[in-house]
Nanobody
Framework: VQLQAYGGGLVQAGGSLRLSCAAS????????KAWFRQAPGNEREFVAD????????SYANSVKGRFTISRDNSKNTVYLQMNSLKPEDTAVYYC????????????????WGQGTLVTVSS
């Protein structure tokens, strides 16, 4: 059982990137999914989550209005569209899945992807 995150890279401030996270098993379509990030020297922080249906989402205040989380259960994939990127968005981004469907920033995530690096230059 794996989560594979990809789509990171180097982008200038104000630019956009879309991250993807593919799950290896179809059963993951039943899980709440989320993105977290960890900048150098900082603790990992919650970015956004999305419920099983895709109709319920929540965001950290720091990314609200700029980032959009979505999912395609037919492809077992969750996305993070990041617009108006800022240098402070530079971090390794991780996707996670929560079988309890609690979501949020709490400790209930069972599975984690390996992370993809996003670097935003000023």
């Amino acid at each position: 059982v794996q989560l594979q995150a990809y789509g990171g890279g180097l982008v200038q401030a104000g630019g956009s990137l879309r991250l993807s996270c593919a799950a290896s098993e179809r059963s993951f379509s039943d899980y709440t999914k989320a993105w977290f990030r960890q900048a150098p020297g900082n603790e990992r922080e919650f970015v956004a989550d999305i419920n099983m249906s895709g109709l319920g989402t929540s965001y950290a205040n720091s990314v609200k209005g700029r980032f959009t989380i979505s999912r395609d259960n037919s492809k077992n994939t969750v996305y993070l569209q990041m617009n108006s990127l800022k240098p402070e968005d530079t971090a390794v981004y991780y996707c996670a899945a929560d079988s309890l469907a609690i979501g949020g920033s709490g400790p209930t995530y069972d599975y984690w992807g390996q992370g993809t690096l996003v670097t935003v230059s000023s």
